[in-house]
């Protein structure tokens, strides 16, 4: 499972031994929030109408729980990734995140059709992607960048087809491990064959794409949401190529209602909100600037976040040092701060039971418990979202309703991340 990664911690001020959410660590040749650039018909991000409408966060390349691409990169091949999107409107563009490469990325040239079954794309719905009106794009090491606007009208909840052919080396890859969604490699260049017969190896993470917009149609009031934390909002244990996380699942009850709406997942499998590792990102308190505040339209942020510090810290054998409560209420608070100096409403949602977990402890269930307690009752966020009690066994609080549990005792099941949906009051978003 993902919350068991037990992997070095990223380098961070010494500050964050005693309060984590003072000072924000540089990784990858960033500081702060990522400025991207753009393609040469879209200058700026506010007031040209953009909103979000898929986004991942990225991380840096490595060799975790999940096999994947992103340590051998790519040479000379397609790269075919598929993305739902939560929104429509009649004109998209994709940003490409080279956050954590040494080195430029070179992307000979890009393409986007509408989805077919697997790696086929919809016959003659395939269209080329232009980067200042040029094909080829060069993404600078720690850098990202938008592709120019595709006229091309998107449904709400439209599954939709990237490829990107890479002709040079490219190194390690900037990725996200655990997408749960198949993603599709091929020799040569491929971006329009729309069978997909040639795209036979696969893997089950994103690789480079990080966001993707769209403009256009009813746009309505600034009401996008941002779901962020860990595993549980990543949707680790649902269904591969299923769409089931609970942001997803949250989507759907938008675009059900009719009031379609920008619902962006930035969970990380394994993520802390206090330190760092190599395997699972930066800290939730770091990533924050980087992956949430750039991200246009957002009115709210849902935040779930902590239960890896709680279960790692008191894992016997793990490099995760112990994390205090005062620790995690520190990591809470800065995430609060940010979100509200951006002007957005921030909602936090108590920790799920996780009992029969690896990493379970009564030390850690303590922790769980004070924590939860804190989220409840502080006041500190705008609203609550009781995931702890929604989702508990009445028989037993510390444990997930069976049905609900993917059999890990941490991560939910699908019909546990379709309980988390339905658990939130949609019009407080």
Same mark, same amino acid.
């Given at each position: ?15 964050? !031994? ?6 924000? $660590?540089?990784?990858? =040749?960033?500081?702060? *929030?990522? #400025?991207?650039?753009? /393609? %040469? ?78 790696? !086929? ?6 269209? $080329?992607?232009?980067? =200042?009106?040029?094909? *080829?794009? #060069?993404?600078?090491? /720690? %850098? ?90 990543? =949707? ?194």
């Amino acid at each position: 499972m993902a919350a068991l990664l037990a992997v070095p911690l990223l380098p961070l001020p010494a500050a964050h !031994a005693d309060a984590p959410a003072t000072t924000a $660590a540089t990784t990858g =040749g960033t500081t702060g *929030a990522t #400025t991207a650039a753009r /393609g %040469g018909d879209d200058g700026g991000r506010d007031g040209e109408g953009w909103r979000g409408a898929w986004a991942t966060s990225v991380q840096p390349p490595g060799r975790t729980l999940l096999p994947n691409w992103s340590q051998e990169g790519f040479e000379q091949q397609s790269l075919r990734q598929v993305v739902r999107v939560s929104t429509g409107g009649t004109a998209v563009r994709f940003k490409l995140s080279n956050r954590y490469g040494s080195t430029p990325l070179r992307v000979a040239g890009a393409a986007v059709g509408r989805t077919a079954e697997g790696a !086929a794309v919809r016959e003659g719905s395939s269209r $080329a992607l232009a980067f =200042g009106k040029e094909r *080829a794009v #060069t993404v600078p090491a /720690g %850098g990202e960048v938008f592709s120019d606007a595709l006229r091309m009208r998107v449904k709400p909840l439209e599954s939709l087809t990237l490829t990107l052919y890479l002709a040079e080396p490219t190194g390690p890859a900037t990725y996200h491990m655990s997408a749960l969604t198949t993603s599709y490699r091929a020799a040569g260049d491929l971006r329009f064959d729309e069978s997909g017969e040639a795209f036979t190896d696969t893997s089950v993470s994103w690789y480079y794409v990080a966001d993707v917009e769209v403009r256009g149609g009813p746009t309505g009031r600034r009401n996008g949401v941002v779901t962020f934390g860990d595993s549980i909002t990543d =949707g680790f244990a649902s269904t591969v190529d299923a769409d089931n996380r609970y942001p997803d699942e949250l989507a759907e009850r938008y675009a059900r209602e009719g009031r379609p709406r920008s619902v962006l997942n930035h969970g990380i499998s394994g993520n802390m909100v206090t330190y760092g590792t190599p395997g699972t990102g930066e800290s939730g308190v770091d990533r924050f600037k980087k992956d949430v505040l750039p991200e246009p339209g957002v009115s709210t942020v849902v935040v779930l976040e902590g239960i890896n510090d709680v279960g790692l810290s008191e894992l016997p054998g793990s490099s995760v040092p112990d994390i205090s409560v005062e620790q995690l209420i520190a990591a809470h608070r800065d995430i609060i701060r940010q979100a509200r100096a951006e002007g957005l409403k921030v909602i936090g949602a108590t920790l799920t039971p996780f009992k029969g977990a690896v990493y379970f402890s009564e030390r850690g269930e303590a922790k769980r418990d004070a924590l939860n307690e804190w989220i409840r009752t502080s006041g500190a966020y705008d609203r609550v979202i009781d995931l702890d009690r929604a989702l508990a066994d009445p028989a037993d609080p510390d444990r997930l309703v069976p049905a609900y549990d993917s059999g890990d005792h941490l991560h939910p099941s699908d019909a546990g991340y379709h309980a988390i949906a339905e658990a939130i009051d949609v019009d407080s978003l």
